[in-house]
């Protein structure tokens, strides 16, 4: 007769084969661990507190941040992004390491609060038996996740996983974690095969499994319940060492990451950190000192993984710029100088710093890096810091001097004399409305290349085409229109920035109208989202700049600020502008990173080319995965040394990767520095007879013409 089993003999000895001595043992080494975890941690967030300042609200609305930052860690949609399997992998650590946490939490609470309180044990019976069903079944992603890590770094060996940092620590990290994983399953096959097989075990499935293979292999029940407690003293110790070993090491990202993503700023980047008024002395980078706790947080949050590096255009293009080692770079001289070492420039001119100055010059700005960080690290704040050093250093690129000089003299980039600025609009058989003199609907802010550069003036006269036909409300600022400083902000001056910003606000101020519009979208950028965060009163007693604003402008928001593509889709989707689509192009469309990683727009300038009639196809980087064309943070200005031109490399993109090849006739921009950037490139790298540069204003211009 087979006795039925008790719901309460339904459960799984602890500490089977344990001792009482080697109980205590036990607690003592997890009470060692716990502190031993603690002061690391605690030594981590002392080290955040002496940082300095952070110049942006990281946590003002702390429901909406937690629950933000729980969404993407959850999901780890990060991390699909881009490269599917490394999601599915990580997805399957991060739920199987948390489920085994949870697990053994609870565990914890069952023996060490509830039996000593209650006299009796929850771990029991049905609870039991879906405990460690549920265990086993997570705990197999997590081997599985671990194990396709493994095998991406040694087996397939990707590149990016093998970055100068990349090393013994990483290697160790995950076969840890692999090694713990396996032995939570070893031992519990051998307990299985040690107490001879009970019946409900077999919901362990994994453990159960590995107990049947462990008796077909001729390992008795007395092999196995002699070798338990070798095991159990393996596992637990390599558990320990692990626990202790987070805040000191590779596995601290687990942590800082979760915190980083928290502390992320939605806006970083597009909007740079406050304009200091002595840059030097608030938040240049001439010391780790200068670090604020989000840059520490930063530095520690990152994983090594590689993908900021991978898909930066100045990596690719053999610039002196790897985006993770400035990061680790940062890191590493940060510690070393905690650590009583030897201080050096952070950046500067001659081989001598932790950074060298070429590396800041080879950045384009493009934010591709900050875009393909799964754990949200910005890069750009440290480099903006970096380019703030440089520039308070005077080791400035000598084109960019020049272009500094330019501004101060004339106010435009090029030099050329301010009363010039508006000499394109005479080619035009119309006269385009002057929005000092009468009340307009769209200020249209034409910017620097598209009033100076010759090529970019067609682009500004086929806008003015398109406002036309559209019988748009709107009118530009003639003289008084000056340069909106984004890119020289990006390159560190912070000064004459302002004075940009200041002067074409005050020069905004005496018109009347309801919108700014920009051809630009480095203009748009900085205009729509940083020229209302700096307030011009701090700024009215500096000799220096004449701030002729008063506090903040346009805080409120009540003046639109938007891109052309985004004003013209508008009319055409309200039927105040019919496009026919009569054309019959093969083209391709680049995203410019100021308005699409920037700033979120991807659709209105695509449903614009394809009502023109074209047909579209896409380059496989498209939309956010966006290929700079290596004007952006300056580099418009800069000779730098490069294998092959970002630009030439899109190009090549164009006529090789998407669907239509070589049969694609126009490559369509909606930016005047990818005009000017890709109408050198085609030069340079012999595309002048295989395809064409069109503003996608020109193209709009010719369908409605
Ligand atoms: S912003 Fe662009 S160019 Fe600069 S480091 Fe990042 S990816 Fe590279
Ligand atoms: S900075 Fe971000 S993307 Fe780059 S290696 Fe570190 S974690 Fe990866």
């Known amino acids: 007769m087979v006795l039925p089993i008790l719901q309460t003999e339904v459960t799984r000895p602890t500490y089977w084969q344990i001792s009482t001595t080697g109980k205590a043992v036990f607690y003592f080494l997890a009470a060692l661990t716990v502190l031993v975890f603690v002061v690391g941690v605690a030594q981590r967030i002392r080290r955040y507190q002496r940082a300095s300042e952070e110049p942006i ?69 049905d609870f039991y038996l879906s405990y460690s069903f549920v265990v086993d079944a997570m705990g197999l992603l997590f081997v599985v996740g671990v194990a396709t890590a493994i095998y991406r770094r040694h087996g397939i060996s990707l590149d990016r996983l093998w970055g100068p940092y990349s090393g013994r620590e990483d290697v160790l990290f995950l076969w840890t974690l692999f090694v713990l994983g396996v032995g939570g399953y070893l031992l519990e096959g051998l307990r299985i095969l040690g107490q001879g097989f009970p019946d409900f075990e077999t919901v362990s499935f994994v453990g159960y499994f590995l107990a049947m293979l462990g008796a077909g292999a001729g390992i008795s029940e007395g092999t196995a319940t002699a070798a338990y407690p070798l095991v159990w003293w393996s596992h637990a110790l390599l558990a320990f060492w692990f626990v202790a070993w987070i805040p000191y090491g590779k596995p601290f990202h687990m942590l ?77 001289y940060r510690e070393e100088r905690d650590a009583g070492g030897e201080e050096l420039p952070i950046i500067a001119d001659g081989g001598t710093s932790v950074i060298a100055s070429e590396t800041m010059e080879s950045c384009m700005a493009c934010m591709a890096c900050m875009d393909a960080c799964p754990v949200d690290i910005e890069h750009l704040t440290h480099f903006t810091d970096m380019n703030r050093q440089l520039t308070e250093q005077g080791d400035v690129d000598g084109n960019v001097q020049d272009v500094y000089q330019n501004v101060m003299q004339q106010g435009n980039t090029f030099g050329d004399s301010a009363r010039s600025r508006p000499d394109w609009t005479g080619d035009l058989d119309f006269e385009i409305p002057d929005a000092r003199e009468e009340e307009v609907e769209f200020l249209w802010y034409v910017g620097d290349y598209p009033s100076y550069d010759g090529r970019n003036q067609e682009v500004a ?39 940009q910003a200041s002067q074409l606000i005050a020069a905004f101020e005496e018109c009347e109208f309801e919108h700014v519009v920009c051809t630009d979208p480095h203009s748009y950028n900085t205009i729509t989202n940083e020229y209302s965060d700096i307030d011009f009163a701090e700024f009215a007693d500096d000799p220096m700049l004449e701030a002729p604003v008063e506090g903040y402008w346009n805080a409120d928001g009540e003046i639109g600020v938007h891109h052309y593509t985004q004003v013209v889709e508008d009319l055409v989707q309200s039927g105040q502008l019919s496009v026919p689509g009569s054309l019959d192009h093969t083209v391709t469309y680049h995203d410019p990173c100021h308005l699409g990683r920037y700033n979120d727009e991807y659709e209105a300038p695509r449903e614009l080319v394809r009502a023109t009639g074209c047909d579209l196809h896409e380059m496989p980087r498209n939309r956010a995965e966006s290929f700079c064309c290596g004007g952006g943070g300056g580099g418009l200005w800069m000779d730098l040394e490069e294998e092959s031109k970002p630009s030439e490399e899109r190009l090549r993109e164009a006529l090789e990767d998407t669907d239509a090849g070589a049969a694609v006739e126009k490559f369509v921009v909606a930016c005047p520095m990818c005009m000017t950037m890709y109408e050198d490139g085609r030069k340079t790298g012999g595309y002048e007879d295989a395809l064409e540069i069109v503003g996608l204003t020109e193209l709009l211009a010719e369908a409605v013409s």
């Open 57 to 125: 609200p990281r946590i003002g609305d702390l429901p909406g941040t937690v629950t933000g930052g729980a969404v993407t860690l959850v999901t780890n949609v990060k991390l699909f992004d881009r490269d599917f399997y490394a999601g599915l992998w990580h997805v399957f650590v991060f739920w199987g390491f948390l489920t085994l946490l949870i697990a053994t939490t609870i565990l914890a609470i069952d023996i060490d609060i509830y039996r000593p309180l209650t006299g009796d044990s929850f771990f029991v019976g």
């Open 256 to 332: 800082a990451s979760a915190a980083n993503v928290m502390a992320s700023d939605d806006d970083a980047g597009r909007r740079l950190p406050g304009v200091p008024l002595d840059p030097a002395a608030d938040t240049a980078l001439e010391d780790v000192d200068d670090f604020s706790w989000k840059q520490l947080l930063d530095q520690d949050a990152c994983t090594k993984c590689g993908r900021c590096s991978s898909v930066c255009p100045a990596n690719a293009s053999g610039r002196p710029l790897d985006p993770q080692e400035v990061i680790l770079d940062l890191k590493t």
């Open 461 to 499: 006269k086929s806008l003015a085409r398109v406002f036309e036909a559209a019988d748009v409300s709107y009118g530009i600022l003639y003289e008084d229109e000056v340069y909106d400083g984004n890119d020289i902000r990006r390159l560190g001056e912070e000064l004459l920035y302002v004075e």
